[in-house]
């Protein structure tokens, strides 16, 4: 379920961090959020607190 879950963040423009390959990050202009997952959580940072919400929302729909 991991690999499925990676591949999600990879196909929705993440890159994996090659020093955490649990870390992911995506940059759009101004915009930044990284994904880390830990154990059973995924936590979401961003210096967007709407970009954040979106992401979480689209993983809960998608069941990630």
Do not use: R, T
């Amino acid at each position: 379920i991991v690999l499925q879950i990676f591949n999600h963040f990879i196909a929705a423009c993440f890159v994996q961090f090659k020093a955490d390959y649990y870390l992911f990050i995506k940059q759009d202009g101004k915009l930044f959020i990284a994904l880390l997952v830990y154990v059973d959580d995924i936590l979401i940072g961003s210096n967007d607190p709407k970009n954040a919400q979106k992401h979480h929302e689209l993983m809960e729909a998608s069941g990630s």
